[in-house]
Structure formats: structure tokens, C-alpha cells
């Protein structure tokens, strides 16, 4: 049983219209309790004028437009009514009270999606992407998430899922039925055959999803360095304004200060922070404190150096501090620089002069075009899957190498398969001896 809920589908403030949505099993019955004809009888999609009203004391709420749409041919799977009011939060509030009065109960978060995925009108990877769609900041995050909203990124896994399911049926069919003669035998050579082509196509998808991941939620980067080399310049020629306060006086910035930038597609938050010195000064050493956690958080550090004036203790220190980092070094103040090293990346922030640091962020954030164009699974939850998927499967390798049993193998690989389900959401759903029977005809 699907209690009927109801939730404003759009932002609760004065606007044309507002949507009210309201589903579930007995929702025809509880929207004809508050309006003004009967709809418990509409077998379609169709589109109704009328009063949404309070039959008790026999006032008119609002005219307002049904959108019926009959189960399962609606988003949730269930009967499905969306009002469409005049845009007032008074207006909505008073429908979704009556709404409360004739039946129905507050949707939570998200539960619209979740029953959806409920009634089988969309995987998980496609309920996910719902969200993304809304979050999305950018052209290319939201036509990632298009992909998955489609089903095009679920389909991704159909290879893995199917080649896993091939092995484990090619093992459980030899434990189950050693005495037929006529099934293939299941080899230790062939299953670390395959292992190792699952994996390398696990490998691809976490590889996808990682830049997917970055075009979607962006990158942060801190820009670090010590003092009066240029970190705040550098970060108002990359956001092309004056955000943070430049001065000769090293120790200017005190404080973190954030940009934002769209590179392409890649979105940059930027942090210009402190010059990384020894302070007596309290506020400046709190300020340089934050600008070592923020190495730690970054995902990009730009370790600027001054490049006119000789390498000193402090660079290195910086250096030394940021080497375990996803890092790149500039020299700045490349137009008082009379020799320049090949290897090195000059900019000169006071020029705007830094398209070699846009270019090598391009180069080390590793996207290419094709990158933009491409279903991916981007969520942490997506990619922790994956990761367990292929370390089960690195396990059922290194088991089949030790020439250990083939069923002890064949757990490891159930848990890959598993994995590869819970991405779909399809773990309870699906009959993993479906699959194998569809496969061979054991006990012919
Ligand atoms: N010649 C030259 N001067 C620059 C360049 N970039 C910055 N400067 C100058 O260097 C000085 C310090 O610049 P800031 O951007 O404030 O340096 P910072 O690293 O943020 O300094 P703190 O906030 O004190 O750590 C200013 O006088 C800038 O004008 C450059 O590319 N060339
Ligand atoms: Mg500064």
C-alpha cells in the first residue's frame, strides 16, 4: 500500500503558478474529496479545470488545472495528480492543508524519485541523477547527468554485469552439475582471463567517472605560496576581477579569500590564502594555520614562486609541504625574469599573463573533449561500488592463481556482482539463477 502524499513541487514564493504534486494509491479519491468534480473514474492523461475546494464549509481554495496522469504511466508509477495553482505560498499552503485534511500526509525528501525507482520506472543511477540535474551549475554538469537521467550511463555497466554473470554461471553450473559431461569446464586459466577484462573495464568506468565527477562538481584549488609572490593577483587575473587585496606589503591577506571560475566546463574554486611564513602576529598566523589546511583539502595546489628573486628557506618549506599534493609550480613575475628555464611554468599575474596555468590546470585535471560527451557514474556512491566491485575481483584472481577451489573463488565474484547491482539498485530484484539457466540448458 502506497499512502498518498503531496509536496509544492516548485519554490514556495510569489510567482505565476505553482505545481502541487500528489501520489499514490488511493490519490484520485483524496484530490475528488477537494475539488470540484469527480476523478476517481479517469482511466488517462488528461487535463481538468476546476476548484480545488473545502466541501465542508463550501469555499473555493483556487481555480487551478489538474494534470491526472493514471498509474503506471505517470513519473511515480502510481495515479498521479499535479495541481497547477496561482503562484502565491498562501494559495499552495491552503491546498496542501486541505489535501492533509482529506487524506494525504507530507511527501519526505526525495520520496516522489524513491517510489518511482520503487515501481520500477527508473534504476537508482537514474533516480541519482534527478538531483544532479537541479544542482547542476554548468551546461556540461548538467548534460552528464542528462546521460544518466536517460539511462544511458546505466547502461555502461551492462558489459561488466554480463561478463561477470557469464563466469560465475560457467562455475556455478560445474559445482552444481559436476556428472554432465557435455558443460564446459570452468578453467583457472579462463577465469583470470576474464577477471582481468572485467576489471580493465571497471578501470575505464572509474577513470570516466572520476573526470565526470570534476566536470560536475568542479575542483578546489588553493593557491599557496609565501608572502608578496603574487598569489592574490594570480587568483584576480584567473577570476578576471578584483576579489582579493593587492598590495607590496607581504602578509596582505590574512584570511582565506574564495573565486569561482568556468574553465571550459571545469569549474575552479579557487582559494588565494595567506603567505606561509613564521608570524608573531596572531591574526596572521591564524591565517597562515588556514592556509596549510587548505592543502590538505585541496584537490589542485598552485605553489606560486617568486621567479625574479632566487629560491629562499620558506619556498622550500612550501615546497616540502605540498609534495605529497596534486600540485603545480609557478614562477611568477615572469616579466622581471631575464632567464627562463625551459622546464619551468612562467606567468605574470601583473601582465594577466597566465595562460601557461590555465593550460597545464587543463593538462593535470586530464580532461579531454571527449570527456564532456561521455555517460559516466559520478557519485561517491557510484564509484565506492565500483572500487568494491574490483577489489572482490582482484581477490577471486589472485584465488584462482593460488588454485583454490572454484567455488571459494565464485564468492569473490558474487560480491563483484553484487556491487554492480547495488549501483543499480537491483541486488533484491534480480534472480541471479534466471541468468545462469537463461544461459545453458542444464537437464536437457
Ligand atoms: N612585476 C610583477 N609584480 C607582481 C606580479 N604579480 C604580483 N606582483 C606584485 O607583487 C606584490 C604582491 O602581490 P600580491 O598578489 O599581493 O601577493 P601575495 O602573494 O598575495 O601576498 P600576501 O597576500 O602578502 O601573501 C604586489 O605589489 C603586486 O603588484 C607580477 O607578475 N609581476
Ligand atoms: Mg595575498
Given at each position: 500500500m502506497f499512502e498518498t502524499i503531496v509536496a509544492l513541487a516548485t519554490p514556495p514564493m510569489k510567482s505565476a503558478l505553482a505545481i502541487?504534486?500528489?501520489?499514490?494509491?488511493?490519490?484520485?479519491?483524496?484530490?475528488?474529496?477537494c475539488f470540484s468534480k469527480d476523478i476517481t473514474k479517469i482511466d488517462q492523461k488528461t487535463l481538468l479545470v476546476g476548484y480545488i475546494e473545502n466541501k465542508k464549509t463550501n469555499k473555493k481554495i483556487d481555480q487551478v488545472v489538474l494534470?491526472?496522469?493514471?498509474?503506471?504511466?505517470?513519473?511515480?508509477?502510481?495515479?498521479?495528480?499535479?495541481?497547477?495553482?496561482?503562484g502565491s505560498a498562501l494559495i499552495s499552503q491552503q491546498i496542501i492543508d486541505i489535501l492533509l485534511e482529506n487524506g494525504a500526509r507530507l511527501a519526505t525528501n526525495g520520496e516522489y524519485s524513491s517510489r518511482a525507482f520503487l515501481h520500477q520506472k527508473m534504476d537508482l543511477v537514474q533516480a541519482e541523477a534527478i538531483n544532479d540535474i537541479i544542482n547542476a551549475t554548468t551546461k556540461e554538469a548538467k548534460d552528464i547527468s542528462m546521460f544518466s537521467l536517460s539511462g544511458k550511463t546505466s547502461e555502461n555497466l551492462l558489459p561488466v554485469r554480463t561478463?561477470?554473470?557469464?563466469?560465475?554461471?560457467?562455475?556455478?553450473?560445474?559445482?552444481?552439475?559436476?556428472?554432465?559431461?557435455?558443460?564446459?569446464?570452468?578453467?583457472?586459466?579462463?577465469?583470470?582471463?576474464?577477471?582481468?577484462?572485467?576489471?580493465e573495464k571497471i578501470n575505464t568506468l572509474i577513470d570516466d567517472g572520476e573526470k565526470a565527477r570534476i566536470i560536475k562538481d568542479g575542483i578546489k584549488v588553493a593557491i599557496v605560496g609565501?608572502?608578496?609572490?603574487?598569489?592574490?593577483?594570480?587568483?584576480?587575473?584567473?577570476?578576471?576581477?578584483?576579489?582579493?587585496?593587492?598590495?607590496?606589503?607581504?602578509?596582505?591577506?590574512?584570511?582565506?579569500?574564495e573565486g569561482e571560475i568556468?574553465?571550459?566546463?571545469?569549474?575552479?574554486?579557487?582559494?588565494?590564502?595567506?603567505?606561509?611564513?613564521?608570524?608573531?602576529?596572531?591574526?596572521?598566523?591564524?591565517?597562515?594555520?588556514?592556509?596549510?589546511?587548505?592543502?590538505?583539502?585541496?584537490?589542485?595546489?598552485?605553489?606560486?614562486?617568486?621567479?625574479?628573486?632566487?629560491?629562499?628557506?620558506?619556498?622550500?618549506e612550501i615546497l616540502e609541504l605540498t609534495k605529497n599534493s596534486n600540485r603545480i609550480i609557478i614562477y611568477n613575475k615572469a616579466d622581471k625574469i631575464i632567464d627562463k628555464n625551459d622546464k619551468n611554468i612562467y606567468v605574470s599575474a601583473l601582465e594577466k599573463d597566465i595562460k601557461p596555468l590555465v593550460d597545464?590546470?587543463?593538462?593535470?585535471?586530464?580532461?579531454?573533449?571527449?570527456?564532456?560527451?561521455?555517460?559516466?557514474?559520478?557519485?561517491?556512491?557510484?564509484?565506492?561500488?565500483?572500487?568494491?566491485?574490483?577489489?572482490?575481483?582482484?581477490?577471486?584472481?589472485?584465488?584462482?592463481?593460488?588454485?583454490?577451489?572454484?567455488?571459494?573463488i565464485s564468492i569473490n565474484l558474487m560480491d563483484a556482482y553484487n556491487a554492480i547491482l547495488d549501483i543499480l539498485g537491483e541486488r533484491n530484484k534480480t534472480d541471479l539463477s534466471k541468468?545462469?539457466?537463461?544461459?545453458?540448458?542444464?537437464?536437457?
Open positions: 502541487i504534486r500528489v501520489s499514490g494509491d488511493d490519490c484520485f479519491d483524496v484530490v475528488s474529496r494534470a491526472i496522469y493514471k498509474g503506471p504511466k505517470s513519473f511515480t508509477g502510481e495515479d498521479l495528480v499535479e495541481i497547477i495553482c496561482h561478463r561477470l554473470a557469464d563466469i560465475i554461471s560457467l562455475i556455478e553450473v560445474n559445482i552444481d552439475y559436476p556428472e554432465y559431461e557435455d558443460i564446459e569446464q570452468a578453467n583457472k586459466q579462463q577465469i583470470i582471463t576474464i577477471c582481468d577484462e572485467i576489471i609565501k608572502p608578496n609572490v603574487g598569489k592574490s593577483s594570480i587568483l584576480n587575473a584567473l577570476v578576471g576581477e578584483d576579489k582579493a587585496i593587492v598590495t607590496d606589503i607581504a602578509g596582505t591577506t590574512r584570511d582565506v579569500v568556468n574553465l571550459n566546463g571545469i569549474v575552479l574554486h579557487l582559494l588565494d590564502t595567506a603567505g606561509i611564513r613564521e608570524s608573531k602576529d596572531v591574526v596572521e598566523a591564524i591565517g597562515v594555520n588556514r592556509a596549510k589546511k587548505s592543502i590538505e583539502d585541496a584537490e589542485l595546489v598552485i605553489v606560486v614562486l617568486d621567479g625574479s628573486n632566487n629560491l629562499d628557506e620558506s619556498d622550500k597545464e590546470i587543463y593538462r593535470v585535471v586530464g580532461l579531454d573533449q571527449q570527456s564532456f560527451k561521455r555517460p559516466a557514474l559520478t557519485n561517491t556512491r557510484q564509484i565506492g561500488l565500483l572500487k568494491q566491485a574490483r577489489s572482490s575481483l582482484l581477490k577471486a584472481k589472485e584465488d584462482a592463481e593460488n588454485d583454490l577451489t572454484v567455488d571459494l541468468e545462469i539457466f537463461s544461459r545453458f540448458c542444464v537437464g536437457k
